[in-house]
């Protein structure tokens, strides 16, 4: 059975306009007026158990909405969805007692208190026995290298600690689901990596089903076999990443290093898109020009330090798949 179901999710807000000047301040106060926004307008979708999808979009699409009515804290107003067989704005203490929920930019854990307690109080919480308590505790202390931080007050940890220990916080009852939404915001390098490894370790090792936003394009790559994007309320793609690029261009990148940063470099099948000193970007259809064949003719023709093929970024990918939907 599918670990979600969404079907025709609607939401709206009503939210407040401001009137310009002081008189139109005044004005508002007294004769307020709203404008509807459908953050969610009739989104559909599944999510079969292990799975890990990047769910991505603009500020503003409904990536955050549709995270608060898959695990209950808000009500659609229109559609219907089913989270590991509950309706989660009905059934909430049922769902959310098997699944996790991670909100980067708020934590879940008490800001004066030392994180073990924390951890203590979010067991009686969640009803967790002691021993299946203290064994989950102990794999993710050092899964997530927690033992230093379990006697510092949540107030006085940075950034990448506290990620790191709401991560833990969220998985101490063993939940099958568990939605992170923004979990490298504002991370370092370094913390981005332990819980991007993290998130990849626990997604097939557990076989936790995990649903990813995120603005961070290397998170999706990193970790993602799957991806939706959402862009003012509605799903636009859905599938795997490559399927996602082939959708929008069949474009790659021959990156090449010259000896001389002056050399003028042309190919009939290729095209400059950059050029910074002694490196040049070169784009080409590998459908008209096989990489080997272009490489072959570019070596041939300009002494080169160093060159390599990659696809274009994906947020490139993403910005040209606005851009279609849009005009």
């Not at 073990?116 to 203290?134: C, K, M, N, Q, T």
Request: proline residues 6%; negative net charge.
């Amino acid at each position: 059975m599918p670990h979600i179901v969404a079907e025709n999710l609607v939401k709206t807000f009503h939210i407040a306009q401001r009137r310009p000047g002081i008189w139109g301040a005044f004005r508002g106060l007294v004769h307020r007026r709203h404008r509807t926004v459908r953050a969610l307008d009739g989104v559909s979708f599944s999510v079969e158990p292990g799975e890990l999808i990047g769910y991505i979009g603009p500020n503003g699409a409904g990536k955050s909405t549709t995270v608060k009515v898959l695990s209950g804290i808000l009500v659609p107003d229109g559609g219907s969805c089913r989270v590991l067989g509950y309706v989660p704005w009905r059934q909430r203490i049922e769902t959310v007692r098997r699944i996790g929920v991670v909100f980067g930019q708020r934590t879940q854990l008490w800001w004066d208190l030392p994180v073990v307690e924390s951890f203590e109080l979010l067991r009686d919480i969640y009803r967790v026995p002691a021993g299946e308590h203290r064994q989950s505790l102990d794999e993710l202390i050092e899964l997530l290298d927690l033992g230093p931080l379990l006697d510092v007050p949540v107030r006085q940890l940075s950034l990448g600690q506290r990620m790191r220990c709401d991560l833990a916080a969220s998985l101490l009852h063993a939940p099958e689901l568990l939605f992170l939404d923004e979990p490298t915001i504002g991370l370092d390098a370094v913390s981005k990596l332990a819980v991007r490894d993290f998130i990849r370790r626990l997604n097939r090792e557990r076989g936790v089903t995990v649903i990813l936003t995120t603005h961070d394009m290397d998170d999706i790559e990193e970790l993602c076999s799957r991806v939706m994007v959402i862009a003012e309320g509605r799903i636009l793609s859905d599938g795997p990443l490559e399927s996602l690029r082939a959708q929008v261009t069949r474009e790659r990148w021959l990156i090449v290093d010259l000896v001389d940063p002056d050399e003028e470099v042309t190919d009939p099948d290729a095209e400059i898109i950059r050029r910074d000193g002694e490196r040049v970007c070169l784009r080409f259809d590998p459908s008209r020009t096989r990489p080997a064949e272009l490489i072959a003719r570019v070596t041939a023709n300009h002494a080169i330090r160093d060159l390599f093929v990659q696809d274009p970024p994906i947020e490139q990918i993403i910005a040209r798949l606005y851009e279609e939907r849009q005009s």
